[in-house]
């Protein structure tokens, strides 16, 4: 989208920017499953790592926010992004804690680190922004040199479901002090074929000098849960040991069929 075009509708400023270049905005609104997301991640590594896990690597790692939350426990971390705003977020707020500031700009099918990491993670659907299978190949393969052996890769993606209907819009709320920021995300266009589908997404954003809408169009890569076993099986790095809903209820790994939409893929790195 075009970042200088703006609009009024009704009473509210519309904005026709990047979501990603807007990472105080982005941090509150994804950071809300935080905690659950970092006892999921850490209650994989005791589930299914021989040792304990002390270095963690997140690719398409935005504002850094498990990141800051895994090095303030005392982990070693490292993750790259393509955005350099939400680097520069994520590296100030590590710095500002005392922390190195070990993230650094990158394409997540392109990349190589220098130390081999326990545990890489990639929760929110990230992986989609890569729009080919032949891009999505290259970042498990990159992903495979950057894990030792037997170490985890927790990838979430929201599958296309072959055998109901797919879920068509979303919205979820968020407050941070004065900050509150409302998000509605819903399908525009579904293209199986070409396995392209496009979403419109907006930020509601209520300040205390005014309010805004921040609006975006993200345009990700379809994967049913076939193409998906397909994609992990054809990168000959990983195996897949476990599923899990969202929900990141280790007690609850789940069956991935046409049904599935929001799936964790607990990979480990064959040998």
Known sequence: MNTKNKMITGSIEVR?????????????????????????????????????????????????????????????????????????????????????????????????????HDIGFNTINSFRHLDSESAARKHLICMGDAIRVGGLYLLGIHLTPSDVPPSETESWSARRGHLAINTHMWTKNRDPKNRVERFGIQFDIHRPSGSFRILDELVLRSYTAAQMNQLIRSSKCWETVETFSFAYDLDDPIHVDGTCEDVVYVLRRKR
Request: hydrophobic content about 40%; aromatic content about 12%.
């Open 16 to 116: 026709e920017e990047s979501i990603y270049d807007h990472p105080k905005y982005y941090d509150l609104v994804f950071g809300a499953d935080c905690a659950a997301e970092i006892q999921f991640i850490l209650g994989c590594g005791e589930l299914f790592l021989e040792r304990q896990p002390k270095r963690f690597f997140e690719p398409a790692c935005g504002t850094g926010r498990l990141i800051h939350a895994l090095a303030k426990r005392g982990y070693e971390v490292g993750g790259l992004d393509l955005n350099e705003k939400a680097i520069d977020f994520c590296n100030a707020r590590l710095e500002k804690h005392g922390f190195a500031r070990s993230t650094f700009v990158a394409d997540m099918s392109d990349f190589h680190v220098k130390k081999k």
